[in-house]
């Protein structure tokens, strides 16, 4: 130890940053194995003793060169026992090794740090501790290491608001995310995980419970999920809070994935419970992603990012699970948007129209179609180019060549227009100020053109994306409702919008002639239309019979490759004259 105490001498700076405090006596015997100088020796112990504060001296190595009493009762063992020691041993800590390593190159850098940690003990138990690191150099290079641990009672809590290390939720006492990228870390080092599973389990409309009753509710609203959750968890299964709206189910003590699969299951169930908070009901719409190791991946470091791919899913009918063709696709999206942004600078993307004939074989309309085929990835379809730049973030660049080539074309002038749009195009921030500047600028003919929106059962917001559709309507443009024949909320949209067109998907049509059932419900769904005084158009007409079925059954307007694919803007002038 003394040979440790010579490498490590005090330095002018160490003396002034010890003489700040009082002089206490009470260590002088054990200070005196140090081999101090007396001035040294006083100025350790006034530095040492100061109550009610621990501290601690190290080496650059964690090694513990001194202790003062608090800290010795801290760690409630002697003196003796822990000269010598590694800290990370005597004072263990739940702390993510990113943490660790950004307070102490700190440290390093500016020769302290000062802040708080808030972190679940091995019991479980929250704990919080307020943290005063100084470094002193030596002449050799070497470092000492001054570790003050504040209390409550002592500290000023100014000088510690900066530097915050929470690893617990305050609202919900849940572990955090930094709580769980700790956890995820410990099993990773350990290399003796065989199997584990992590669902993401995300309130969709969380926030706006939050702004359409009170903050209190969304508190009430957190709380009641948590407890519900803690409810059906069986022993070994660990919840954490990762964000405002993400919870997290993590375990690796399981027998089989139907095992992890049934707890989720039951989660979800009783997550789906209305609410009743006084006169209130509150529906959840609940996102679930879920991910296995080894299970489609090789290592356990890829099971957040596969559980993130199935929430982005944004599918709340039904638990999703993880599967290659997820990767598979999600690589696609990101090799789409690397591409996207030179795609439309050397006008790659192509505007198609396919043709939408009346019962008389005459063209009625339009329907406005992006195509784009891309040397290396081939031909890529909208709906894979939608989904790519709205998970990425891309939308308003779509929505901006989008517009800019439908004023370009001018097909509207011939024949009206039908547009397919995602509530997230149109949810997107400038959508409607950059159609209102066409309008304004007579670029674009509003009575000429249909926004169609697609099933809302799976989108965040729907109230909102209503009042947006009601906006395009006030410019003049007309409202078209898609995929009406395979979901079910777009019924309120004709409750609440004065819908113009009713379009019946051609997932529903295909082997419509093989399928009585299926004929009775086209058959009602159009008569409703015609009660409604809303126009009728049958997409994905391939053949004579399919053709034959929906002019009997009274639809109005008849669409698909039966009749043309899409086609370039000079080819649809050059057809149809």
Same mark, same amino acid.
């Given at each position: 130890?003394?040979?440790q105490?010579?490498v490590?001498?005090?330095?002018?700076?160490?003396?002034?940053?010890?003489?700040?405090?009082?002089?206490?006596?009470?260590?002088?015997?054990?200070?005196?194995?140090?081999n101090?100088?007396?001035e040294h020796?006083?100025?350790?112990?006034?530095?040492?003793?100061t109550?009610?504060?621990s501290i601690?001296?190290?080496?650059?190595a964690?090694?513990?060169?001194?202790?003062?009493?608090?800290?010795?009762?801290?760690m409630?063992?002697?003196?003796?026992?822990?000269i010598?020691?590694?800290?990370?041993?005597?004072?263990?800590?739940?702390?993510?090794s990113?943490?660790?390593?950004?307070?102490?190159?700190?440290?390093?850098?500016?020769?302290?740090?000062?802040?708080?940690?808030?972190?679940l003990?091995?019991?479980?138990?929250?704990?919080?501790?307020?943290?005063?690191i100084?470094?002193?150099?030596?002449k050799?290079?070497?470092?000492t290491?001054?570790?003050q641990?504040?209390d409550?009672?002592t500290?000023?809590?100014?000088?510690?608001?900066?530097?915050?290390?929470?690893?617990?939720?305050?609202?919900?006492?849940?572990?955090?995310?930094?709580?769980?990228?700790?956890?995820?870390?410990?099993?990773?080092?350990?290399?003796?995980?065989k199997l584990?599973?992590?669902?993401?389990?995300?309130?969709?409309?969380?926030?706006?419970?939050?702004?359409?009753?009170?903050?209190?509710?969304?508190?009430?609203?957190?709380?009641?999920?948590?407890?519900?959750?803690?409810?059906v968890?069986?022993r070994?299964?660990y919840?954490?809070?990762?964000?405002?709206?993400?919870?997290?189910?993590?375990?690796?003590?399981?027998?089989?994935?139907?095992?992890?699969?049934?707890?989720v299951?039951?989660?979800r169930?009783?997550?789906l419970?209305?609410?009743?908070?006084?006169?209130?009901?509150?529906?959840l719409?609940v996102?679930?992603?879920?991910?296995?190791?080894?299970n489609?991946?090789?290592?356990?470091?890829?099971?957040l990012?596969?559980?993130?791919i199935?929430?982005n899913?944004?599918?709340t009918?039904?638990?999703v699970?993880f599967?290659?063709?997820m990767?598979?696709?999600?690589?696609?999206?990101?090799?789409?948007?690397?591409?996207?942004?030179?795609?439309?600078?050397?006008?790659?993307?192509q505007?198609?129209?396919?043709p939408?004939?009346?019962?008389?074989?005459?063209?009625?309309?339009?329907?406005?179609?992006?195509y784009w085929?891309d040397?290396?990835?081939?031909i890529?379809?909208?709906?894979?180019?939608?989904e790519?730049?709205?998970?990425?973030?891309?939308?308003h660049k779509? $929505?901006r060549?989008l &517009?800019?080539? /439908?004023?370009? @074309?001018? %097909?509207f002038?011939?024949?009206?227009?039908?547009?397919? *749009? !995602?509530?997230?195009?149109?949810?997107?921030?400038?959508?409607l100020t950059?159609?209102?500047?066409?309008?304004?600028n007579?670029?674009?003919?509003p009575?000429?053109?249909?926004?169609?929106?697609?099933?809302l059962?799976?989108?965040?917001?729907?109230?909102?994306?209503?009042?947006?559709?009601?906006?395009?309507?006030t410019?003049?443009?007309?409202?078209?409702?898609?995929?009406?024949g395979?979901g079910?909320s $777009?019924?309120n949209? &004709?409750?609440n /919008?004065?819908? @113009?067109? %009713?379009?019946?998907?051609?997932?529903?049509?295909?082997? *419509? !002639?093989?399928?009585?059932?299926k004929?009775?419900?086209?058959?009602?769904?159009?008569q409703?239309?015609?009660?409604l005084?809303?126009?009728?158009?049958?997409e994905?007409i391939?053949?004579?019979?399919?053709?034959?079925?929906?002019?009997?059954?009274?639809?109005?307007?008849?669409?698909?490759f039966?009749?043309?694919?899409a086609?370039?803007?000079?080819?649809?002038?050059n057809?149809?004259?």
């Open positions: 130890m003394k040979e105490c010579t490590n001498q005090i330095t002018q700076e160490f003396s002034m940053f010890l003489d700040e405090s009082n002089d206490y006596l009470k260590t002088i015997n054990n200070l005196e194995k140090l101090l100088s007396k020796l006083a100025q350790y112990i006034s530095f040492m003793q109550a009610p504060i601690v001296f190290i080496d650059d964690y090694r513990v060169l001194f202790t003062n009493k608090n800290f010795e009762q801290r409630r063992k002697r003196q003796t026992e822990l010598g020691q590694s800290l990370k041993v005597i004072f263990p800590t739940n702390f993510h990113t943490d660790q390593e950004e307070i102490w190159n700190q440290v390093l850098t500016h020769n302290q740090w000062n802040g708080s940690l808030t972190y003990d091995k019991d479980g138990q929250i704990k919080k501790i307020w943290l005063k100084k470094q002193f150099k030596n050799n290079d070497r470092a290491f001054g570790i641990f504040f409550s009672g500290l000023n809590f100014r000088a510690f608001s900066e530097n915050t290390r929470s690893y617990f939720d305050v609202q919900t006492k849940l572990p955090n995310f930094n709580q769980f990228s700790y956890d995820i870390n410990q099993s990773i080092r350990k290399r003796d995980t584990a599973g992590l669902a993401l389990i995300r309130c969709q409309n969380l926030s706006e419970i939050s702004m359409h009753h009170s903050r209190s509710t969304h508190k009430l609203v957190t709380n009641e999920m948590v407890k519900r959750i803690r409810n968890l069986p070994y299964f919840l954490y809070r990762l964000s405002r709206e993400i919870f997290a189910l993590y375990s690796s003590d399981y027998n089989n994935e139907d095992d992890f699969k049934s707890v299951q039951k989660i169930e009783v997550l419970v209305p609410l009743v908070l006084g006169e209130q009901t509150i529906f719409n996102e679930i992603g879920v991910a296995f190791y080894p489609k991946m090789d290592h356990l470091a890829s099971l990012s596969s559980a993130e199935c929430l899913q944004r599918d009918s039904q638990i699970y599967s290659n063709q990767i598979e696709r999600h690589v696609s999206n990101i090799q789409i948007i690397e591409k996207l942004q030179n795609a439309l600078d050397h006008k790659l993307l505007l198609k129209y396919q939408i004939f009346d019962q008389k074989g005459q063209i009625k309309a339009a329907e406005a179609m992006i085929e040397e290396n990835i081939g890529i379809s909208p709906k894979q180019l939608l790519a730049t709205i998970e990425y973030g891309h939308t779509l $929505n060549w &517009l800019n080539q /439908l004023a370009h @074309d001018q %097909l002038n011939r024949f009206e227009i039908i547009i397919h *749009l !995602e509530p997230s195009q149109l949810m997107e921030k400038s959508f950059e159609i209102a500047s066409h309008v304004k007579k670029t674009l003919m009575k000429q053109i249909y926004f169609e929106i697609t099933e059962q799976n989108i965040q917001k729907v109230d909102q994306v209503i009042q947006r559709l009601k906006e395009l309507k410019m003049g443009f007309g409202l078209a409702i898609n995929d009406l395979i079910y $777009n019924f949209l &004709l409750t /919008l004065t819908v @113009d067109i %009713l379009k019946i998907d051609a997932s529903f049509m295909a082997g *419509l !002639e093989k399928n009585s059932r004929e009775i419900v086209l058959q009602h769904i159009i409703l239309a015609q009660a005084g809303l126009m009728t158009c049958c994905g391939e053949t004579i019979e399919e053709l034959n079925l929906a002019t009997g059954l009274g639809a109005d307007c008849l669409q698909g039966y009749f043309s694919e086609l370039a803007i000079n080819d649809f002038f057809q149809y004259r």
